[in-house]
């Protein structure tokens, strides 16, 4: 298999480590999406991953905490999703730095830019997290920012549905399924695929997204190999 792109930014959600139990860690859901990180990093592809904390914190919870305490509980929970995945990937034999948006030095190393650029010239993958370091801001607005500064060729959102519809595909049997979008298409029509703060970043920036079902088999491998899948997301 031949790799389409040179260097990609891929964004994973929490709850999809958790599987079915939708709390924690399923190593029987992470083993084949890090086999599938190892296999596209061994075709020559440069690495970046942004990984949500919703498998152990989302929001306030359902209580009245303070936003920013709340989303400051949440980068933490990226911190420990990102140290997971960092040491499934490693025990494959392919080396990982993870990068944190807030110092925490003991544990990661904080966001460089040219640190994690030289990484990748070394042939690490670079796992960015705790989100942009700020409050009232998404894990998508991170992936974002990440691949905008990284320069990534393609921001991947691997998601539990296999594209972007114009309605829910779970409740709507007839929900109408997108081959193609534009950036300004998310932001007019108010699809929730991705945050519009991220939208709006990577359409100025000119990367594109491809959002696609992390479900499907080597879905994240035929995704870098330029194969027909999901929902392409351009200026």
Known sequence: MQPKYKRVLLKLS??????????????????????????????????GLVIGGGNFW????????????????????TVMNSLAMMDAIEQRGVPVRVQTALN????????ILRK?????????????????????????????????????DMLLMAK???GIYDSDPKTNP????????????????????????????????GVPTLAFGLNEEDSIVRAVCGEDLGTLITV
């Open 160 to 162: 539990n549905v296999d």
């Open 116 to 152: 994690a650029l030289r990484h990748f010239e070394e042939g690490r993958i670079v796992i960015f997290a705790c989100g942009t370091g700020n409050p009232f801001c998404s894990t998508d607005t991170a992936a974002a920012l990440r691949a905008c500064e990284i320069g990534a």
């Open 58 to 77: 989302r929001g306030r919870q359902g209580t009245n905490m303070d936003r920013t305490t709340a989303d400051q509980m949440g980068m933490l929970a």
């Open 174 to 205: 007839n929900a109408k399924k997108y081959e193609k979008l534009a950036y300004a298409d998310i932001i007019n029509r108010g699809l929730k695929v991705i945050d519009f703060t991220a939208a709006t970043m990577c359409m100025e920036n």
């Open 14 to 47: 929490g709850e999809a480590l958790a599987g079915d139990q939708r709390f924690g860690l399923n190593h029987e859901v992470i083993a084949p999406v890090v086999d599938q990180i190892v296999k596209i990093h061994n075709l020559g592809v440069q690495v």
């Open 104 to 111: 925490m030095i003991s544990l990661a190393e904080p966001f």
